[in-house]
């Protein structure tokens, strides 16, 4: 039975896997000249070894298939609005990006009224911008027209 | 004994004026406006506002940015408390237990005994700082790459025996953390480590983006698809105070983060955010009832919070004693110092007892 242990500790020994295949261009070094790759390699080893107890050890955890997430369609959307604004920002400029980011998660996911969304969006976009970039002097992204 | 009485009297006579009084009330509220902001944190704060103490006597420039990181400090627990996002870094820890007390109705509470936590640490401290600083400061500055090293496992370990549950969980988490901090530019040989040619990963991952992520995304994403949006809570004034089981539970605490707090302070680097870690790890090994951690233990709250607020002092040790700063912040406001063309504290000047703000005076 799939429980949640098992599906954790596989995931740990997974990561543990790929970082030793991408440790392998790193110099290894010596016991007493270790190189930037020791590290990493060791502690990927101790990763797959404690993933691999979690694992043999979460014969009694929940099963997977009784954990729900009722709210993932949320969730993923939201993650997606994350990844746009980590990819859009540096194109579109912080206010822009977060003037549609929060329009779109306030009017088409919350599912408020246009009006509300426009004001949210509009006052937060530019208040946060305002106090960041003009007031603390944070350079933040502009994007076209300097907008 | 008494050349430090004198020197304390010294010191009160200048800190008591109005004037510097005022640049402490401005650098405190200022301060706790940028601990609030998640991401900032003191060193961007203070480092933003150094131009704007130019203008002051380096006295007034030094208290006042002696408040800005107090009050970032303390401003950090306010997020962690009400939102579940950690101001800076050191407000991790109280993200787990001051807004489990939040979700009780206790969130004025749990401010209070922050605010109340990191004030009693940060004046203890103080006094500790004057005695103690010329024999911790020396002491400290023995600490080397072995030391450290240590310190680092200690506190790993410690935490992972101490904070309950799986202790192989923990530890993988531990063993995990180390891992994304092995992003970015090997120190010591310069290689770029897991960076896939991302100039910015060069720098490694920051901890505030992490524990933003860690604690604030997955409480947006865990609440993102409830039907009932959460109740926004409306306490009376008498309940934002804590009640007399609440300080009961939270004096020891307070006492226990405030020595931890200083002691680990005094070493060099982070120490602010190990002092919460593993006083939160004390207080949860110390307590009668360890299964209340996480779920809204007052002594959560009020051991890291004394405990950061207490490593902030002690962050000055080096620096007034020694001239050394122990780390980004005092470096930054030792440059504000020295911005002033006068001369750093040196080891002759050890020998004088040091305060916080007598030993402005010198060089004012």
Redesign the interface.
């Known amino acids: 039975m799939l429980t949640t242990d098992r599906l954790g500790g596989s995931a740990l020994c997974l990561l543990a896997v790929f970082v030793m295949w991408e440790s392998r261009r790193l110099p290894l070094g010596t016991w007493h000249h270790p190189g930037p790759g020791y590290f990493p390699g060791l502690l990927a080893v101790i990763l797959f070894v404690l993933g691999g107890l979690v694992g043999a050890m979460g014969k009694h955890a929940a099963s997977v298939a009784t954990v729900g997430w009722s709210e993932a369609r949320q969730a993923l959307v939201i993650l997606a609005v994350g990844a746009f604004i980590c990819f859009a920002l540096e194109g579109l400029g912080y206010r822009l990006t977060m003037l549609a980011a929060l329009l779109f998660l306030v009017w088409l996911v919350e599912r408020r009224s246009l009006v509300t969304a426009v004001t949210f969006a509009l006052a937060l976009a530019g208040g946060s911008f305002y106090l960041f970039d003009t007031v603390l002097r944070v350079p933040l992204p502009r994007g076209p027209f300097g907008i | 004994m008494a050349e430090t009485l004198q020197n304390l009297g010294l010191g009160f006579s200048v800190a008591l004026q109005p004037a510097v009084l005022l640049y402490a009330f401005a650098g405190c509220v200022v301060g706790t406006l940028v601990g609030v902001?998640p991401g900032?944190g003191p060193l961007?704060g203070i480092s933003?506002l150094l131009p704007a103490t130019f203008g002051l006597t380096a006295t007034n420039a030094i208290v006042m940015l002696a408040g800005i990181y107090y009050g970032a400090m303390y401003g950090g627990s306010t997020t962690s408390i009400l939102m579940r996002i950690p101001g800076e870094a050191a407000s991790v820890m109280t993200c787990i237990d001051g807004y489990a007390m939040a979700r009780k109705g206790r969130a004025g509470a749990a401010l209070a005994i922050a605010a109340v936590g990191s004030f009693i640490a940060g004046t203890v401290r103080v006094v500790a700082l004057m005695l103690l600083a010329p024999p911790l400061a020396r002491f400290a500055l023995r600490f080397g790459p072995p030391e450290y090293f240590a310190l680092l496992l200690l506190g790993l370990l410690v935490l992972a025996y101490m904070s309950g549950g799986?202790m192989?969980?923990s530890?993988?988490m531990a063993?995990?953390g180390?891992?994304l901090g092995?992003i970015g530019i090997?120190q010591?040989?310069g290689?770029f480590?897991?960076s896939y040619g991302i100039v910015e990963l060069g720098d490694g991952l920051g901890v505030v983006p992490i524990a933003v992520g860690l604690f604030g995304?997955a409480e947006?994403?865990?609440?993102?698809?409830?039907e009932v949006p959460p109740q926004v809570l409306k306490p009376k004034l008498r309940e934002l105070l804590p009640s007399r089981r609440e300080w009961r539970e939270s004096l020891m605490p307070m006492g226990r983060g405030t020595v931890l707090g200083f002691l680990i302070g005094v070493i060099p680097g982070s120490a602010h955010i190990i002092s919460s870690f593993v006083s939160y790890a004390v207080e949860r090994r110390l307590s009668r009832h360890p299964e209340e951690f996480g779920e809204g233990a007052v002594a959560g709250v009020a051991g890291p919070e004394s405990a950061n607020n207490a490593a902030t002092s002690g962050a000055f040790v080096p620096m007034l004693a020694l001239g050394v700063p122990s780390g980004p912040i005092p470096a930054v406001m030792l440059a504000a110092r020295a911005s002033r063309s006068s001369p750093r504290p040196t080891r002759s000047s050890a020998a004088r007892p040091p305060s916080p703000w007598t030993s402005s005076l010198p060089w004012r």
Do not use: N, P
């Not at chain 2, 947006?220 to 409830?226: E, H, R, S």
């Open positions: 902001l900032v961007a933003l799986s192989v969980k530890l993988a063993v995990l180390l891992l092995m090997d010591m040989s290689y480590r897991f995304i947006v994403l865990a609440t993102a698809g409830q």
